[in-house]
C-alpha cells in the first residue's frame, strides 16, 4: 500500500470522524492561544501557546520555568477573563516544554577561559605547598590555561 493509498483511507474510512475531530480540537487550542496573548502582557504573551484544553482545564505551555513563574501571576486574571465566555475555564495549569528549535551559534558557543599569568604562578605556587597529588597536579594543569598571547 502506497503512503497515498493509505492517506485515502485514514481520510475516507472509520477514522476520517476522529481525524475531523482532532482537526476541529487543533483549530480552537490555535484560536484560544490567540485569545489568551492577547489577554496577556506582550512578553507573557509571545512565550506562551494553548496545549490542550480538558474538561474546564486550561494547559498552557511555555520554554522556561521563568515564563511560568510570571504566567502564574496572571491566572486569576485569565480565569475571571474566560468566565463568560464560549471556554470558560476554572483551572489553568502550565507545563515547561523546553524549545529545540534553538540552534548552535559561533555566538552561543562558550569561549576558553583563560588566566592572567599573575593567576598562574600563584596557583603554581599553591601546588608546590600541596601534599595531595592529584589535587598538585589538577592545579598545576589549570596554571597553564593562560591566553596564548601572555605566554
Not at 51 to 61: E, F, K, P
Not at 123 to 147: F, P, W
Amino acid at each position: 500500500m502506497t503512503s497515498h493509498n493509505s492517506l485515502n483511507s485514514l481520510l475516507s474510512g472509520a477514522d476520517s470522524a476522529n481525524l475531523r475531530e482532532i482537526s476541529i480540537h487543533a483549530k480552537k487550542l490555535k484560536r484560544l492561544t490567540t485569545k489568551i496573548r492577547s489577554l496577556l502582557d506582550t512578553a507573557c504573551g509571545e512565550h506562551c501557546t494553548v496545549a490542550n484544553l480538558r474538561d474546564q482545564t486550561l494547559v498552557l505551555q511555555t520554554a522556561s520555568p521563568v515564563w511560568v513563574a510570571k504566567l502564574r501571576f496572571q491566572i486569576p486574571a485569565l480565569i475571571n477573563a474566560l468566565k463568560n465566555t464560549s471556554t470558560p475555564v476554572t483551572n489553568i495549569q502550565i507545563k515547561v516544554v523546553p524549545d529545540t528549535k534553538t540552534e548552535t551559534t559561533h555566538e552561543n558557543i562558550s569561549k576558553p577561559q583563560y588566566l592572567s599569568p599573575s593567576t598562574a604562578q600563584l596557583l603554581e605556587g599553591v601546588a608546590d605547598d600541596i601534599s595531595n597529588s592529584e589535587l598538585k597536579s589538577s592545579l598545576l594543569r589549570l596554571s597553564k590555561r593562560i591566553a596564548p598571547d601572555k605566554k
